[in-house]
């Protein structure tokens, strides 16, 4: 199974980031977890897109906050799939780092999840994965009918309460 490559632009994101590797843990996905800024290291951030379908990545994550040019700065430099996570900072509540992340131009999509949805983008990872993994695509069948059933409870106490 490919791995996803998951990139924060600042230690401050891993409480974020933590929340998709967790997720990929509990489906049993490869991951790999780097520091590298959109503009402190971008040498480091453009090797390491460049190289990861060859490092045997299939996805890659990338976390940032505020003026949030990594997904972009990542997705400039490979044509595997990315997957933006804006991250709430003090400022805007990460509004700024939303718009930054979605406002992509043509011929360089990042796919953006909400404002810090980490398990979005694991979730989207592994679909991603799942096209050439059916152990996967069943993994993820399972958790959807898990939470499908988990809502019905609820539905049910709520009934049995009223």
């Known amino acids: 199974m490919k791995k996803v490559g998951i990139v924060m632009g600042s230690d401050s994101d891993l409480p974020i980031v933590k929340k998709a590797t967790?997720?990929?843990k509990n489906f049993?996905?490869?991951?790999?977890?780097?520091?590298?800024?959109?503009?402190?290291?971008?040498a480091e951030a453009k090797e390491f897109a460049e190289n990861a379908r060859?490092?045997?990545?299939?996805?890659?994550?990338a976390a940032a906050g505020m003026a949030?040019?990594?997904?972009?700065?990542?997705?400039?430099?490979?044509t595997l799939p990315v997957i933006g996570i804006p991250c709430k900072s003090s400022n805007l509540?990460?509004?700024?780092a939303l718009l930054s992340t979605v406002q992509m131009p043509s011929?360089?999509?990042?796919?953006?999840v909400a404002i810090n949805g980490a398990v979005n983008a694991a979730l989207l990872s592994c679909e991603i994965l799942a096209l050439e993994d059916e152990e996967l695509a069943?993994?993820?069948i399972a958790k959807r009918s898990a939470d499908a059933a988990a809502v019905l409870e609820k539905d049910k106490n709520i009934i049995n309460q009223i």
């Open 22 to 24: 967790d997720t990929l």
């Open 107 to 112: 011929g360089i999509p990042v796919a953006t």
């Open 54 to 61: 060859g490092n045997g990545f299939g996805v890659i994550i």
């Open 68 to 78: 949030a040019h990594l997904a972009g700065a990542i997705a400039a430099n490979t």
């Open 28 to 42: 049993g996905v490869p991951f790999e977890v780097h520091v590298y800024s959109a503009h402190r290291t971008p």
């Open 93 to 96: 509540d990460g509004m700024d």
């Open 138 to 140: 069943d993994k993820l």
